[in-house]
């Protein structure tokens, strides 16, 4: 069974920084390229970052580049994404997700179809 376990959302004023983390288990994680989206109240959801199956490959949606950092560390099944100098405009539930299939690399905007494996979410919220 594939369980993606986001943490590290929380309350934080503009300007400041979380990080998020998302741990895995029920699947090889190397094997898996790996993503962060976001749907705030209203919205579709969105695709903000995605990195490679070994980590040297990683993509940002404009919104965040720049600001945000996704990392991985294999050895621990974790994903991350550090979020620098938030904005109100990033307030939304962060969902981490895994590929749908093992060792693809799909390049620009991750999309939510290309995903077969999500958590349940962790909530940022950022105040002005």
């Known amino acids: 069974q594939v369980q993606l376990v986001e943490a590290g959302g929380g309350l934080v004023q503009a300007g400041g920084t979380l990080r998020l983390s998302c741990t895995t288990s029920?699947?090889?994680?190397?094997?898996?390229?790996m993503a962060w989206f976001r749907q705030a109240p209203g919205k579709e959801r969105e695709g903000v970052s995605r990195?490679?199956?070994?980590?040297?490959?990683?993509y940002y949606a404009d919104s965040v580049k720049g600001r945000f950092t996704i990392s991985r560390d294999n050895a621990k099944n974790t994903l991350y994404l550090e979020m620098n100098s938030l904005k109100p405009e990033d307030t939304a539930m962060y969902y981490c997700?895994?590929?749908?299939?093992?060792?693809?690399?799909?390049?620009?905007?991750?999309?939510?179809?290309?995903?077969?494996?999500w958590g349940q979410g962790t909530q940022v919220t950022v105040s002005s």
């Open positions: 990195i490679s199956w070994g980590g040297g490959t990683t």
């Open positions: 997700a895994a590929d749908a299939r093992r060792r693809t690399l799909t390049l620009g905007v991750p999309r939510s179809e290309d995903f077969g494996y």
């Open positions: 029920g699947l090889t994680f190397a094997d898996y390229a």
